[in-house]
């Protein structure tokens, strides 16, 4: 049974940056796209942006343009979310979702267990 | 862009429904998925593609879409439903993304 597996919490200061992993263990993640999901404290979920593993490419929501980050390693099943110049308000749950599909457009049918980054100085 | 509207808390008693909404233009032209999120938790699937279950989830769920309103119809509902029910729809507007209504939690008296 394929999981997604984050790595572990982080505290940063603002205006560093954090980068998290996400490995799929026990599967692949070809034939599937990766989404990036935070969910601030007491607060909803919010779409980050997606990732292609097999060809790279990703599209990210027009909020994080120009801080985020999103890459993967097919070899290892593993996709990265990295964040750079950190506010307070970045202090969020991070979550990897899998496509059900190979596009991002596709609905979310697995979740990572998420991980705390918290931004503090 | 675009915006879906949930009511912020549903309650039921044991073995009633639970009826939560999710609002938005003309959401009907849309696919609506939920999910379900249990406190300290990561979120799961419920219901894809408007009215589809994953395999797993009980047929006590079930979902609809149509004008500008999506549903999320729980029924029997049991202790461990308790949780926020988020819905989601991916916008074809100028920034194409995915869209998350503002979840509904739901209390089971």
């Known amino acids: 049974q394929v999981q997604l597996v984050q790595s572990g919490a982080e505290v940063r200061k603002p205006g560093s940056s954090v980068k998290v992993s996400c490995k799929a263990s026990?599967?692949?993640?070809?034939?599937?796209?990766i989404s990036w999901v935070r969910q601030a404290p007491g607060q909803g979920l919010e779409w980050m942006g997606g990732?292609?593993?097999?060809?790279?490419?990703?599209n990210n929501a027009q909020k994080f343009q120009g801080r985020i980050t999103l890459t993967a390693e097919v070899s290892t099943s593993t996709a990265y979310m990295e964040l750079s110049s950190l506010r307070s308000d970045d202090t969020a749950v991070y979550y990897c979702?899998?496509?059900?599909?190979?596009?991002?457009?596709?609905?979310?049918?697995?979740w990572g267990q998420g991980t705390l980054v918290t931004v503090s100085s | 862009s675009y915006v879906l509207t949930q009511p912020p808390s549903v309650s039921a008693a044991p073995g009633r429904t639970a009826t939560i909404t999710c609002e938005g233009h003309?959401?009907?032209?849309?696919?609506v998925h939920w999910y379900q999120q249990k406190a300290g938790q990561a979120p799961t699937l419920v219901i894809y593609?408007?009215?589809d279950r994953p395999s797993g989830i009980p047929e006590r769920f079930s979902g609809s879409n149509s004008g500008n309103t999506a549903t999320l119809t729980i029924t029997s509902v049991e202790a461990g439903d308790e949780a926020a029910y988020y819905c989601?729809?991916?916008?074809?507007?100028?920034?194409?993304?995915?869209?998350f209504g503002g979840g509904t939690k739901v209390t089971v008296l």
């Open positions: 979702a899998r496509n059900q599909g190979s596009n991002w457009v596709y609905y979310f049918d697995l």
């Open positions: 026990g599967g692949t993640f070809r034939g599937y796209a």
């Open positions: 990732i292609i593993p097999v060809f790279g490419t990703s």
């Open positions: 003309n959401i009907g032209d849309k696919s």
């Open positions: 593609l408007d009215t």
């Open positions: 989601q729809v991916w916008d074809t507007s100028d920034h194409p993304g995915w869209v």
